[in-house]
């Protein structure tokens, strides 16, 4: 198992992963990915299994360092590999850096994904609210969820 920094040539294999992972929803294309890899308010991170990326996750970054604030772009492990605890390892990495600069980090997540849910929990994140229709097209529901900042 690798975890490592995704790249631009890892943009084909995560957008394939969502049309997997989110067929009722609108799944981020390879374009989406390449951007959100470009910019440099965002941390892109994956997850090798003998040299295939089995697992995505993405971090924005909002507002100075010192005073930041983040939010879970995207969380995606491939259906084969799932229950092994690769979401928990993307997590665990994002909310790493997350924590260097102390801020808060935010995610929605649809209120029917428990077993994301309860992942959530166990990392500290709580239950701040409820987008109605979030996820287009299906128009299901997210809770956003919160995480504190280090030091909050």
């Known amino acids: 198992?690798?975890?490592?920094?995704?790249?631009?040539?890892d943009a084909v294999r995560c957008a394939e992963l969502e049309r997997v992972l989110f067929?009722?929803?609108s799944p981020w294309p390879?374009?989406?990915?390449?951007?959100?890899?470009?910019?440099?308010s965002t941390i892109y991170v994956g997850c090798e299994i003998d040299g295939l990326l089995v697992?995505?996750?993405?971090?924005?970054?909002?507002?100075?360092?010192r005073d930041p604030e983040f939010e879970v772009h995207t969380v995606g492990v491939d259906p084969g590999f799932q229950g092994r605890g690769l979401g928990r390892g993307l997590m665990d990495v994002l909310l790493a850096e997350a924590d260097r600069f102390g801020?808060?980090?935010?995610?929605?997540v649809r209120t029917d994904n428990a077993p994301a849910i309860g992942l959530y929990e166990s990392l500290g994140f709580e239950r701040i609210g409820v987008r109605r229709g979030y996820y287009q097209p299906s128009g299901a529901d997210a809770y956003t969820m919160r995480r504190a900042g280090v030091g909050n």
Do not use: C, D, H, N
């Open 55 to 65: 697992g995505y996750a993405g971090l924005g970054i909002a507002g100075p360092l």
């Open 23 to 25: 067929p009722g929803e």
């Open 103 to 108: 801020g808060p980090v935010f995610l929605e």
């Open 30 to 40: 390879e374009q989406a990915f390449r951007e959100e890899f470009a910019a440099r």
């Open 1 to 9: 198992m690798v975890w490592r920094g995704l790249e631009t040539r």
